[in-house]
């Protein structure tokens, strides 16, 4: 069994970022990641290369509705690449986190960890168990995506914000289910190369539990870029077909 000062588990922010410290302050660090890339779902699957599509559907929207001086003639996207740039600064980002950690000297032990008795923690990997021993642990798991119960997500039709950031296809329509600051991202982007975008929101307003001044005023500058939006309406459940998905919401 490997006797460390720290266990980090988890990869993300929260994890490497402590680990770094730990390592800085004398301690002998491990951090276990069952990712094939360090970084966690901020700098994979989220902030990172959200913020690259953003950027580059921005730059899109601006010269697509003129630029003062600037004259293009028909413009076109190729959202494939714009996809294929995001990965790769995302996985750029996931390589210096992991040169972070052999610069601290800080032990990298790939698979999925449990906390068994004690100190001790237990990573499986391909079938292979692995026992730790942290004098300190450190839970930094972070977050996933909320997958509404029976909803079978098939990465083609059905996805989450994970399969999105991945899908070189750009839909004709879409339907986004949530109007927070994920959903509306996405509704953003995909907007700003053509497709079709609908926001379902349970709540009475965009953003829940933002100021409700932001709200109004985030809804009136997509509803102008001609993405529609229903407040006050719940999803009720879906059905995929060659065709497409045939959605069932209920509001006003």
Avoid at 165 to 174: A, D, G, I, K, V
Avoid at 220 to 243: F, P, W
């Amino acid at each position: 069994m490997k006797a460390f000062d720290l266990v980090v588990i988890g990869s993300g922010p929260g994890g490497y970022i402590a680990a770094i410290r730990a390592a800085q302050l004398g301690m002998r660090a491990a951090i276990v990641e069952e990712q094939q890339n360090l970084g966690g779902v901020c700098l994979n699957w989220g902030c990172i290369p959200t913020k690259a599509i953003l950027s580059s559907a921005e730059l899109f929207e601006a010269v697509k509705h003129g630029v003062p001086g600037l004259v293009v003639e028909k413009l076109s996207a190729d959202y494939g690449a714009v996809i294929d740039a995001s990965r790769k600064v995302a996985d750029r980002l996931a390589r210096g986190v992991r040169s972070l950690m052999k610069k601290n000297k800080i032990e990298i032990i790939a698979g999925r960890a449990r906390l068994t008795r004690g100190r001790e923690v237990i990573v499986t990997r391909d079938g292979t168990d692995v026992a730790l021993e942290g004098r300190n642990i450190i839970l930094a798991t972070g977050s996933t995506e909320f997958v509404f119960p029976g909803l079978a997500v098939d990465g083609k039709r059905v996805l989450t914000s994970r399969e999105a950031l991945e899908s070189r296809e750009r839909p004709e329509s879409l339907l986004v289910i949530g109007g927070g600051a994920v959903g509306l991202e996405f509704a953003y982007a995909y907007n700003a190369y053509g497709t079709k975008v609908t926001v379902v929101e349970m709540k009475d307003q965009l953003l829940p539990g933002f100021d409700a001044e932001i709200a109004t005023a985030l809804a009136s500058s997509l509803s102008r870029a001609g993405v529609k939006i229903l407040t006050s309406t719940a999803y009720k459940g879906l059905e995929v077909d060659a065709e497409g998905v045939s959605v069932t919401i209920a509001g006003k």
